[in-house]
């Protein structure tokens, strides 16, 4: 049994400095070493996205349909690894999305932060509302560029690691995501991004105008794919 989805997804890909992304980690983990970014810095995924037909793959007659737009943190690992599985994770500390019913799955079954708010994507402009303000924007502008094969396998390698989260019952679980990245249509874009500061511990407002793949210094792309996850198991 599985989870089934379409995603239609920009992904805005930045280095920020690593201790400010190590300060949104629980105390058992730690950033893994990566080669992406600069010294000193780590990247983090920034998904502005629209999930279609999301499913158990055993109950096709139920489906949803809602926005997602969370905060993932790849190359995550254990401090002390009490598996053989030191890692790398993804670790996502912020998700918003505008149904209640994926908000509690995702609460229940992974432990996902996922809050409420009101969410619109309109001819490439995106919007996060919460409480009344606009907390997240992002405007964008697709291009024909098609990634390179060293340039896939560097977002390939940013994306595809297990997944890793705190259940609310309190025990850490992982789980695999597959992103199904090599039939997926995957196009560069131009963005201006605007999140407002203090939805995560000391963070900045990020304003930032990126595009393209070069994702050392801060890279964007439309994803179109259907993926797959499975259920948690105890990890760590």
């Known amino acids: 049994m599985h989870g089934v989805g379409h995603y239609l997804c920009t992904i805005v890909v930045l280095p920020l400095e690593a201790g400010l992304v190590q300060s949104w980690l629980p105390d058992e983990l730690e950033l893994a070493p990566q080669s992406i970014t600069p010294p000193g810095t780590h990247p983090v995924n920034i998904l502005f996205g629209d999930e279609r037909d999301v499913h158990i793959n055993i109950f096709p007659f139920f489906h949803m349909d809602y926005m997602e737009y969370a905060f993932v943190i790849p190359f995550v690992q254990w401090k002390q690894p009490k598996t053989a599985c030191r890692g ?60 390179t094969e060293a340039e896939f396998n560097t977002l390939n390698s940013l994306l595809q690691q297990p997944d890793l989260s705190q259940s609310m019952f309190g025990p850490f679980v992982d789980a695999v995501f597959d992103w199904n990245l090599t039939p997926a249509k995957i196009t560069a874009r131009q963005a201006e991004i605007d999140i407002v500061a203090g939805l995560l511990p000391n963070q900045p407002e990020l304003k930032q105008t990126v595009g393209g793949f070069d994702f050392s210094q801060g890279g964007v792309y439309f994803l179109d794919t259907v993926w797959t996850l499975t259920m948690p198991r105890p990890c760590g």
């Open 88 to 147: 790398p994770f993804l670790f996502t500390p912020l998700l918003f999305l505008n149904k209640e019913l994926p908000i509690l799955a995702g609460k229940i079954l992974y432990g996902y932060p996922k809050r409420k708010a009101v969410m619109t994507s309109v001819d490439g402009h995106y919007r996060v509302v919460e409480d009344g303000n606009l907390i997240i924007s992002g405007d964008f502008q697709t291009t024909a560029q098609h990634p």
